[in-house]
């Protein structure tokens, strides 16, 4: 970091936040990046711009107690962390797996702030979720836990406060339980959560907005900075098999992409001829089974337990698990193989070692905020649908969604241009989410 300010800030960091991990990996990974802007701009110090953005305006913490089918009482941990409303109410997804603690809520938060500044919505970023896992647990014991977590977090959410969505763990049936419960609590009908069900409010292509969001930015950048066909007749290595890897690998088929691997926290299958998508929504959407059992029904593909996803040949690689899932030596095997491309599905999948050999070797790189922010950019159209009371058509809402992943390539090259870093999507979008939100904190004043 060549700017004393940002050092300064980021070292702070770290001692006060040294037990949070995740949060100071993605801290640092912006502010790094903010170098140009304070040569640029050193005014903005002086209104002490990053110590405000980087501690949240709202931490909520709160126990979360519910029964099981036993009649066992459990307690888990909720969170809901406020990061940042200069430009729109808190907006960002509850995540329910065993991962979840503070330092993973913050980074997640955090990184919502600019992929919601992206969009070019009026949306602010938040997080929040729990360590419970709704995996092997009855549709019972799910209903009463999202009973319970809404029993708290109700006061602290509204359309025009705070509007969750889903993430890992969190799907259709948990969202359905949540928005059920916050309408007993709060006796009202609002767009207090997206990602609902059509039944009730809910926008089409909201299921599919992430994944087919990566595959509109993916096949832009490639065509913009590698000047080739986009997608088409690429072959594509993937990791997960959730909702966002899913429609990915639907998308990209669409695109004329051939999608030879997925996986889950088991291990990997591999398809030369290409992945089976009505057998892979089988076993993960439907039936919540193992990756494992895709062998069963495609006698070309090989399992394989554990990692190593990133070992097969792909022209382009979007990781779409977890963070932190690629590493440095999933980067040289990637390098390896003659990947061209790593885009990121998950919320920061890449460590910071393997981005910077990926770059290093001229590999396109792009980042979450920007190629993920497909769901949430969605999710601002649910809810501009819930306070106009209309529904749109998919069509309508895919169109908007395009345009949006459009305008955040755009606004990530030209950012990156403006700066003297021309061509690097990861400083572009840094910097592009960071401007609209400075803008928006120094209007407002020192509150």
């Not at 590999?363 to 749109?392: H, I």
Request: hydrophobic residues 40%; neutral net charge; charged residues 25%.
């Amino acid at each position: 970091m060549k700017n004393d300010y940002i050092k300064r800030v980021c070292d702070n960091l770290a001692i006060k936040s040294s037990h949070e991990p995740e949060f100071l990996q993605a801290t640092n990974e912006v502010l790094e990046s903010l170098d140009p802007v304070f040569k640029l701009n050193p005014e903005l110090e002086q209104i002490g711009i990053l110590e405000r953005l980087i501690e949240p305006e709202r931490t909520i913490i709160f126990r979360v107690p519910w029964v099981d089918d036993s009649g066992r009482v459990k307690v888990n941990r909720g969170f809901r962390v406020q990061f940042n409303s200069a430009i729109g109410p808190y907006k960002g997804g509850l995540r329910f797996h065993p991962s979840v603690d503070l330092s993973v809520i913050k980074f997640l938060g955090f990184e919502q702030i600019f992929k919601n500044s992206l969009t070019g919505l009026p949306l602010g970023g938040g997080k929040g979720g729990s360590d419970f896992d709704p995996k092997c647990k009855s549709d019972g014991e799910v209903m009463r836990f999202c009973q319970s977590f809404m029993n708290e977090l109700y006061r602290h959410i509204g359309q025009f406060t705070d509007v969750p969505a889903g993430d890992i763990g969190v799907g259709a049936r948990e969202i359905g339980y949540l928005f059920g419960q916050y309408k007993k609590l709060a006796n009202e009908f609002s767009g207090v959560l997206t990602g609902k069900g059509l039944s009730y409010s809910g926008s089409l292509v909201r299921p599919e907005a992430t994944g087919y969001g990566l595959c509109y930015y993916t096949d832009e950048v490639l065509r913009r900075l590698k000047g080739q066909g986009g997608l088409h007749d690429r072959r594509v290595a993937m990791s997960g098999s959730g909702n966002v890897a899913v429609f990915a690998a639907e998308k990209a088929a669409q695109m004329g992409a051939i999608v030879v691997t997925m996986s889950d926290s088991t291990g990997w299958v591999h398809a030369p001829n290409g992945i089976k998508l009505d057998v892979v929504k089988g076993i993960k959407l439907e039936h919540r089974g193992r990756i494992s059992e895709y062998v069963k029904y495609d006698a070309s593909a090989k399992y394989h337990e554990g990692r190593g996803v990133w070992s097969a040949a792909a022209d382009v690689a979007l990781p779409c698990a977890t963070q932190n899932e690629l590493t440095l030596d999933d980067a040289k095997q990637l390098v390896k193989n003659g990947c061209q491309a790593v885009v990121e599905g998950a919320n920061m999948p890449s460590t910071p070692e393997a981005i910077a050999y990926l770059k290093k070797q001229s590999v396109l790189f792009g980042p979450a905020k920007a190629a993920n922010a497909g769901g949430v950019a969605v999710s601002g159209l649910e809810m501009s649908q819930n306070s106009q009371r209309l529904s749109w058509t998919a069509q309508e809402v895919d169109d908007k969604l395009r345009e949006v992943m459009f305008n955040i390539v755009n606004m990530s090259l030209n950012a990156a241009e403006k700066y003297g870093k021309s061509g690097d999507l990861a400083i572009g979008a840094n910097i592009a989410g960071f401007e609209r939100v400075a803008d928006a904190m120094k209007a407002e004043g020192v509150v």
